[in-house]
């Protein structure tokens, strides 16, 4: 019986070629242009670190003064120096980090690549714990090189493929702003997205190829980049930042459960509160704590493009539904002589439905797997656009699964109304009118 | 022409019609806010930036390593690229117009003000005005014995020894007018970080601020400080020569600051226009992908139009024959397939008009933008009419010539 419906379809459909072309390429550029948006959207939104995220926690205080202040203002989104040493001293979470960006000048040993400037992340030790980072060879620093502001560093594979080939470089050593630095580590494939850990160097942007340990970096007064924000007179002399009333490094802390996540709030309320009554807090003790998902949606780190853009493919899609809706129908009340014949021939209402139902499927179907190529070549077409995160639009197979799964949902959409309107006609009438 | 029998058949199509209303309603409600959203990108790369955009090269560089001896060395760069043949004039700054990134500071008229009246960007480098070629409309520009080295600013800032600070700044016209709105801006003050005063000497016609997320907070914020700066982080030198010497100034600029010094690192270079149109390339992608969004909807609502009216044509053949032998001329029939369409996309523009609204207001409270001028719905309409028009001239025409003989024929 299913055959000899596909059949059926199939004649339908050739009868009238252009129009079937019509609805079926409606169909696709609609599902094709919702698809490249939300694979988009999917790609950027992801969890960075699944598994992980849930007890990571992002800490926030207000050092700031009375200027411009407002009750309930936000607090700063990064730490002083002062603070951020006391939290990481304090030692409240099971694994903590305070850490900061910036740009390191790299001479190479060979004399065939030029020196240049490598991205660069110093950071405390708990880093590599804390956030999971799985190493190719060699392994992290600990807290004693922290301490000896030792001459280490940890390198990534993209930076271990440039300069060593690929092979295992622990123990050897780089230049980095004139100093020299043994490699004690080489960073296996880690790429969270976004970069959630700081996201003022742009939230997809390209991942460090040295971690130095962060007193070593402040020893060598190494560039710091990023978003330095000052309060008072505190000029950002970026010799001097740790003196200076500016906050300018991110500290993060692991809280594996929801008892210790109120511990360490009461921790960084009451510390507020120390300070304020010391008299180096201005303002009434404010704080946040936030995990990787809740500070990612606080930060909107999605570009609000993207979000524009998926909306307007959802606007497309159903324009482009409802068309091939109209058509579908006016086709299938054209053939109401033919459908009339049929049930006067005994043809249940049933089996009329399933028959033009499985009609629009095939369109559906098709317009899918049209739409699929459509969203693509969409994907690659973004991958072209010279924006930060446009190298990461690759479709998986989550969005292969839901580009599907919409396509039939889309399909049986917009076949269900017309097949429903069509069998409800009366056999007698069409017969008489013939 | 009598639109109500053409009233009467389409309510027996209803809901087929209402099927084609609702799609040229959205799709009216879509090509309205897109057209808007595309006039919004595009005035923003527009904005105006005050400066002699096709004179300019940069070159930004880091040293490799802490310089002892920094001031000297930007002063003997400054001297050699100033030498180099078509160069008019070369400056050291702190940041580039259309640079990403930006430096920026709170701006009071009175120093016990709580709020900040506006937050401007911060313009360091001797020889900027010249260089930039901004265009100074009231006052004087800087006197060189006015300027103070970056590193002796920090010193007096730390030690608190504010005497030590520059006194004078040259602000935009923009910025004047917000701060004191139609009054003379020269000589007044204005209190930086905890109240610090400084003077205002001159005000700019024009001078963009940088920074992708700044421009919406007043794209002409800007203020220039007697500062001079060595090769700090993130600064660059900027060269002004004439347009078609551009090239050559950039390559021997960029040969000459290695030879000076081979031990830093090139991190950027171009000229200014190539640097404006990186700084919108996200515009221009966002007005680009809007257009072809706008464009696929009106084909398909076109195409959609042209199916359906093929249909109803094919489907009334007999009727229209039976018309047409009653004494309709061929211009009734095409006139009646044409203002049955009229009347589709208008009830359409109609109920469009009130999702455009609606999608404006769902914009402004999830996108900040601000209210959509009502002169983009006409527009809109008036793109639908035309669309609706083109695409049922083809069956409307198919229709009328159908010959009165069909009548007479038994299908």
């Not at chain 1, 409802?322 to 049930?343: D, H, P, S, Y």
């Not at chain 2, 016990?112 to 937050?119: E, F, P, V």
């Not at chain 2, 523009?349 to 009130?354: A, D, E, F, R």
Request: aromatic fraction near 8%; charge should be positive; hydrophobic fraction near 45%.
């Amino acid at each position: 019986m299913l055959v000899y419906y596909l059949d059926l379809a199939f004649r339908g459909l050739k009868r009238n070629r252009v129009l079937t072309a019509l609805m079926v390429l409606a169909v696709a550029m609609g599902i094709g242009a919702c698809m490249t948006t939300f694979t988009v959207l999917h790609v950027l939104s992801g969890d960075p670190l699944p598994g992980r995220s849930g007890s990571l926690y992002y800490p926030q205080i207000d050092p700031r003064d009375m200027e411009s202040y407002t009750s309930g203002v936000e607090p700063p989104e990064q730490v002083t120096w002062l603070d951020g040493l006391y939290l990481l001293h304090a030692r409240r979470g099971s694994h903590q980090a305070l850490m900061t960006g910036g740009m390191v000048p790299l001479q190479p040993a060979q004399s065939s690549i030029d020196p240049f400037h490598a991205n660069a992340r110093y950071t405390t030790a708990d880093f590599f714990p804390m956030f999971g980072v799985p190493f190719q060879y060699g392994s992290a620093w600990s807290q004693a090189e922290d301490d000896s502001k030792a001459r280490v560093v940890v390198i990534s594979s993209a930076l271990n493929d440039k300069l060593f080939g690929g092979k295992n470089s622990v123990g050897k050593t780089i230049r980095l702003q004139q100093t020299d630095f043994r490699i004690i580590g080489v960073l296996g494939d880690w790429r969270p997205n976004p970069h959630f850990y700081d996201l003022y160097m742009g939230a997809y942007a390209d991942y460090e190829d040295v971690y130095v340990p962060l007193f070593t970096a402040r020893d060598l007064s190494m560039d710091h980049d990023g978003t330095t924000d000052c309060w008072g007179n505190g000029a950002s002399d970026p010799q001097h930042l740790e003196q200076s009333s500016c906050t300018w490094l991110q500290f993060w802390v692991q809280l594996d459960n929801p008892a210790s996540v109120t511990a360490y709030k009461a921790f960084l309320q009451h510390y507020s509160e120390d300070q304020h009554a010391a008299g180096r807090f201005v303002r009434p003790p404010n704080v946040r704590l936030r995990n990787v998902t809740q500070w990612l949606d606080f930060k909107q780190v999605v570009p609000s493009d993207t979000r524009l853009q998926a909306w307007l493919s959802v606007g497309f899609l159903i324009v482009c539904l409802i068309n091939t809706v109209g058509l579908m129908l006016a086709k299938f009340m054209r053939r109401a002589g033919e459908l009339g014949v049929r049930r006067a021939l005994g043809a249940s209402r049933r089996a009329l439905f399933g028959q033009l139902l499985l009609e629009s499927g095939v369109i559906g179907l098709a317009g899918g797997v049209l739409g699929l190529l459509l969203s693509l070549l969409g994907l690659w077409l973004i991958r072209q656009q010279p924006s930060d995160y446009a190298k990461l639009a690759h479709m998986d197979s989550l969005m292969l699964l839901a580009t599907f799964a919409l396509s039939v949902v889309a399909s049986m959409l917009a076949g269900l109304l017309p097949a429903w309107r069509a069998c409800r006609i009366a056999p007698a009438l069409q017969l008489k009118a013939q | 022409m009598d639109i109500r029998p053409i009233l009467v058949t389409l309510r027996r199509h209803k809901f087929t019609c209402c099927l084609l209303v609702l799609q040229i309603a959205f799709t009216c409600a879509i090509v309205c806010n897109a057209i808007f959203l595309i006039g919004q990108r595009l005035e923003r790369m527009r904005t105006p930036s005050g400066i002699a955009e096709n004179e300019l090269v940069y070159i930004q560089m880091a040293d490799i390593g802490n310089r002892p001896d920094a001031k000297a060395r930007a002063a003997e760069d400054l001297a050699a690229l100033q030498a180099i043949p078509g160069v008019k004039s070369a400056a050291l700054v702190d940041e580039l117009p259309f640079d990403m990134g930006s430096d920026n500071m709170d701006v009071r008229t009175d120093p016990n003000q709580r709020m900040a009246t506006l937050s401007a960007s911060q313009y360091f480098g001797e020889g900027l005005t010249k260089t930039l070629g901004v265009k100074l409309i009231e006052g004087r520009d800087f006197r060189p014995e006015e300027f103070v080295d970056l590193s002796d600013v920090y010193t007096a800032l730390a030690q608190q020894q504010y005497e030590k600070l520059p006194k004078t700044t040259l602000i935009t016209r923009d910025m004047a007018e917000r701060l004191w709105p139609g009054q003379d801006p020269l000589g007044k003050q204005i209190y930086v970080g905890t109240g610090l005063p400084f003077t205002v000497i001159g005000v700019l016609q024009n001078l963009i601020r940088p920074g992708q997320d700044r421009l919406e907070l007043g794209a002409q914020y800007s203020s220039v400080w007697p500062v001079r700066i060595p090769l700090v982080q993130g600064a660059s030198f900027l060269i002004r020569c004439a347009p078609q010497d551009r090239e050559q100034v950039l390559k021997s600029a960029v040969d000459k600051l290695k030879a000076l010094d081979p031990n830093r690192i090139v991190l950027g270079k171009g000229t200014m226009e190539q640097h404006r149109r990186d700084f919108f390339q996200n515009d221009r992608a966002m007005a680009g992908i809007l257009f072809g969004v706008c464009l696929a909807l009106l084909v398909v609502t076109a195409l959609g139009i042209v199916g359906l009216a093929s249909f109803w044509v094919a489907q009334r053949n007999r009727s229209i024959g039976v018309r047409r032998a009653l004494g309709a001329t061929r211009g009734n029939i095409l006139h009646y397939f044409q203002t049955e369409n009229f009347l589709l996309t208008t009830m359409g523009i109609v109920l469009g008009m009130v999702l455009a609204y609606g999608i404006n207001l769902f914009l402004i409270v999830h996108y900040e933008l601000p209210r959509m001028p009502a002169m983009y719905l006409p527009i809109g309409a008036l793109i639908l009419w035309g669309i609706g028009q083109v695409a049922v001239l083809g069956p409307a025409l198919r229709a009328a010539a159908v010959p009165p003989v069909v009548a007479t024929r038994s299908v």
